[in-house]
């Protein structure tokens, strides 16, 4: 079935839907004819979109949002519920950077990106998905992990753990659905981006103190990359092709992202410690 025949005419809750892959998934889901529903904590970034939207003959709502607070991801979802509709697909999407060597990396900036990045999928998944449950309806379920959560890189250690950890969570998920009997009609599934564009390295925290200097190397060889990457509306395309194929892990670029994910298999296959290697460039011959 294509994407259109998937998803077309249900409800979308896309999270850190007001730049970047979030706001590509979102544009794209307009136009395979879905009820968007904008959440950010970016009100202006989400107000334009929702205009662009509707200006486009789309039908789009947002609402501000902070996924690290549970009590308001819980109100957004019986909001939803009670004026816009069931939900056909979830992408708990919202997600931070975070630059610096480990020990150099304030308290306050792990936990902002543990509480985002993590607890924030969570927080998505305890408040929709019991309702998405409570129906035999066609229901999906993304999350946003990252070329990252099968990598590892130095001076990128919160952001990387973080995927990892999204990553594990959405393949336990998938697993528990299915064990409770929910997988005929609920599909949980892993989206892993490469490069796409937005401004996350710009936007992530560095240091205060310590090798400053490292961190902000580390966010220019970003940066490099930003300059080559996938365009979002592009990536969201094939993310939803794959979806509607009934794949688990949506890639981006699927020969990128696939070559490091063959990679880290080798790796843990051959129990060889990491090594500190060259960043990779996006190639996109390879998307």
């Known amino acids: 079935m294509s994407a259109r025949e998937v998803f077309g005419g249900g409800v979308a809750v896309i999270t850190g839907a007001g730049a970047g892959i979030g706001a590509g998934l979102a544009r794209y889901a307009s136009r395979l004819g879905m009820t968007v529903v904008l959440t950010d904590v970016n009100a202006g970034a989400i107000a334009d979109l929702r ?22 991801v819980q109100a957004l979802a019986d909001q939803v519920y009670r004026e816009v509709g069931p939900v056909r697909l979830l992408v708990n999407n919202a997600g931070i950077e975070q630059f610096g060597y480990l020990w150099d990396t304030p308290v306050t900036n792990w936990q902002r990106v543990v509480d985002i990045n993590i607890s924030g999928v969570f927080h998505g998944i305890r408040a929709f998905l019991p309702k998405m449950m409570a129906t035999d309806a066609p229901a999906w379920v993304w999350n946003l992990s990252s070329i990252g959560g099968v ?95 009934g794949r688990f892990y949506l890639l981006t670029q699927p020969d990128y992202v696939g070559s490091a994910m063959a990679e880290r298999a080798r790796v843990l296959t051959n129990q060889e410690p990491p090594h500190l290697r060259t960043q990779r460039r996006f190639d996109p011959a390879q998307s």
């Open 51 to 72: 205009d662009e939207i509707l200006a486009a003959g789309g039908s789009a709502t947002d609402v501000v949002c902070d996924v690290r607070d549970p009590e308001a």
């Open 151 to 245: 990598a590892v890189v130095p001076l990128q250690a919160p952001y990387i753990m973080s995927k990892h950890a999204v990553l594990a969570l959405t393949e336990c998920l998938h697993l528990e659905v299915r064990a409770a009997g929910h997988d005929h009609h609920l599909h949980v599934q892993a989206v892993l981006p490469g490069a796409v564009v937005s401004d996350i390295f710009e936007s992530a925290g560095g240091v205060d103190a310590g090798d400053s200097g490292a961190a902000e190397g580390q966010r220019a060889a970003m940066l490099d990359i930003k300059a080559e990457a996938m365009d979002p509306l592009a990536a969201a395309e094939v993310v939803f092709d794959q979806a509607a194929e």
